[in-house]
């Protein structure tokens, strides 16, 4: 198996070295791939100035799903691998690829984080939808081989969010397996601030109900689990304006944000669904362009 591991990153230079040595330590035969764009704190010197890294691509735009493809577009490897900037590999992640891909065609695993209480982890997550299994998987944590990911087209570059769902939906729907390995683990090795993060509610909707639609037509099915995370969120902002940790006016500010993504959403899913009618589902991948990278350097 040749593997080629891609690490998208945006100013995130001192993660980005951690997790470039935990490659070199754990998983010295990968390819290694640094898609940056457009960083502005030094990434690109650091990177040049390491002999473990195979390729750096610099681009212009700002989104992940840009990133992942111009990385599909330079890897080598009959396996691609994505892994967070922010993210490092454990010991046992390169042979738990190799044993989760002797019987499918993806493999992911946990993040551990490391919070002031302790470490946390994942549990594989799978959805049964219009008759179709789906076993999501942590897009900054995946290795799928390369048939797989010429069959789907990479990324939908459409999405600002919701990429690596959007893919694991298409995976099931070409018949694709997605196999989950408990050491296939990673670790972010930057402990949480307890901050607070706004969430683009009008984003969330509009990704959920563009991969939904585009993925499978309007139906009630789709209807049916976009309105049943409405209706949580709206309950759990509720809740927050009962207990004063929120104001009246950002929960219907919210329920405005939600409308305006859900209805965006689905129109846009109609267009794409009608734009690619293959088993790929994806007018917005890497075979649509061939202008991400401003400039490449290439040490192989």
């Given amino acids: 198996m040749q593997l080629s591991v891609v690490v998208p990153t945006l100013n995130g230079r001192d993660q980005l070295a951690t997790s470039l040595d935990s ?8 390819e290694v791939i640094v898609v940056n764009g457009p960083s502005a704190d030094g990434t690109t010197g650091m990177v040049r100035a390491r002999d473990d890294v195979d390729a750096l691509i610099e681009i212009s735009d700002r989104t992940l799903n840009v990133a992942r493809n111009a990385g599909i577009e330079t890897a080598s490897g009959d396996v691609v691998a994505f892994l967070g900037h922010d993210l490092a590999i454990e010991e046992t992640w390169r042979e738990s690829v190799e044993t989760g891909l002797a019987d499918a065609d993806a493999v992911t695993g946990p993040t551990h984080r490391t919070l002031r209480a302790g470490m946390t982890t994942e549990e594989a997550e799978h959805r049964d939808i219009a008759g179709r299994h789906v076993t999501y998987f942590n897009g900054s944590n995946v290795a799928v081989r390369r048939d797989a990911l010429e069959t789907i087209d990479g990324f939908d570059e459409y ?3 919701g990429g690596a769902r ?4 298409r995976l099931a729907g070409a018949d694709y397996a997605v196999d989950w390995q408990s050491k296939m683990s990673v670790r972010c090795e930057y402990e949480a601030d307890g901050g607070v993060t706004r969430r683009d509610w009008g984003w969330k909707y ?5 991969r939904l639609v585009k993925n499978y037509g309007l139906r009630p099915t789709v209807a049916l ?3 049943s995370h409405a ?5 759990a902002t509720a809740r927050d304006v009962a207990r004063g940790d929120a104001v009246p006016s950002s929960w219907f500010g919210n329920g405005r ?3 305006v993504g859900i209805a965006t959403g689905g129109s846009d899913g109609l267009v794409a669904r009608a734009r690619d009618r293959s088993s790929a589902r ?13 400039a490449r350097y290439d040490w192989r």
């Fill in 282 to 294: 994806n007018p917005h991948g890497v075979s649509k362009r061939g202008d991400r990278a401003v």
């Fill in 257 to 259: 944000d939600v409308v």
């Fill in 231 to 235: 209706g949580s969120d709206a309950v």
């Fill in 166 to 169: 959007d893919a694991a939906h």
């Fill in 206 to 210: 509009r990704a959920l109900t563009y």
């Fill in 23 to 30: 490659l070199a330590e754990y998983a010295p035969d990968a």
């Fill in 225 to 227: 689990r976009t309105l």
């Fill in 159 to 161: 999405l600002e969010t």
